[in-house]
T-cell receptor, first 113, second 115 residues
Framework: DSGVTQTPKHLITATGQRVTLRCSPR?????VYWYQQSLDQGLQFLIQ???????AKGNILERFSAQQFPDLHSELNLSSLELGDSALYFC????????????FGPGTRLTVL | GDSVTQMEGPVTLSEEAFLTINCTYT??????LFWYVQYPGEGLQLLLK?????DKGSNKGFEATYRKETTSFHLEKGSVQVSDSAVYFC??????????????FGSGTRLQVQP
């Protein structure tokens, strides 16, 4: 158990809908990262937050957005969903000062029908 | 940009065989290197890491050495077990870019160990 929690574990929805994925980092970790794992694209970095502020963006679509709240939990919002958004979405967290080691949550499997 | 290349799988071995999974990288700065493992139906777990040249990361019998001259970080294990069956990902973060700490992953290598 990494200490990172993600909810829900599974999500099934229809095209055009909007969903919210939630992540709670390990206690004390200030950085939260979101990754997408799909069969055709592999593991891709989406976005990073550090202590409530956006720190870096990767291959995140404009239809996707995220935020980190004062209690450090984070949410990833996916809107106008398409079939191709079906994937595993991982959240990871890391401490502010200890190297670059990231601890991953169990993931949310999103299926868009 | 940064990239990681790993050998394609699946790699199928018999129990107690020697394992090597090749990984090479391209980075603009001086990266830290990682191996993550993903067991079926689970998230990614950090297996080992190395943060500077010639460092050897090791854990659970797995080893990898940071080779700056060949830009490689090959994963090895002397005797694999059925329980090692999983997907292994090589990854890096580039410490020269102080604003970005995201991991860049390779495509993953599936290991199947047969009894």
């Amino acid at each position: 158990d990494s200490g990172v929690t993600q909810t829900p574990k599974h999500l099934i929805t229809a095209t055009g809908q909007r969903v919210t994925l939630r992540c709670s980092p390990r206690s004390g970790d200030l950085s939260v990262y979101w990754y997408q794992q799909s069969l055709d694209q592999g593991l891709q970095f989406l976005i990073q937050y550090y202590n409530g502020e956006e720190r870096a963006k990767g291959n995140i679509l404009e239809r996707f957005s995220a935020q980190q709240f004062p209690d450090l939990h984070s949410e990833l919002n996916l809107s106008s969903l398409e079939l191709g958004d079906s994937a595993l979405y991982f959240c990871a967290s890391s401490p502010a000062t200890l190297g670059h080691e990231q601890f991953f949550g169990p993931g949310t499997r999103l299926t868009v029908l | 940009g940064d990239s990681v290349t790993q050998m394609e799988g699946p790699v199928t071995l018999s129990e107690e065989a020697f394992l090597t999974i090749n990984c090479t990288y391209t980075a603009t700065g001086y990266p830290s290197l990682f191996w993550y493992v993903q067991y079926p139906g689970e998230g990614l777990q950090l297996l080992l890491k190395a943060t500077k040249a010639d460092d050897k990361g090791s854990n659970k019998g797995f080893e990898a050495t940071y080779r700056k001259e060949t830009t490689s970080f090959h994963l090895e294990k002397g005797s694999v077990q059925v329980s090692d069956s999983a997907v292994y990902f090589c990854a890096l973060t580039d410490i020269m870019d102080t604003g970005r700490r995201a991991l860049t992953f390779g495509s993953g290598t599936r290991l199947q160990v047969q009894p």
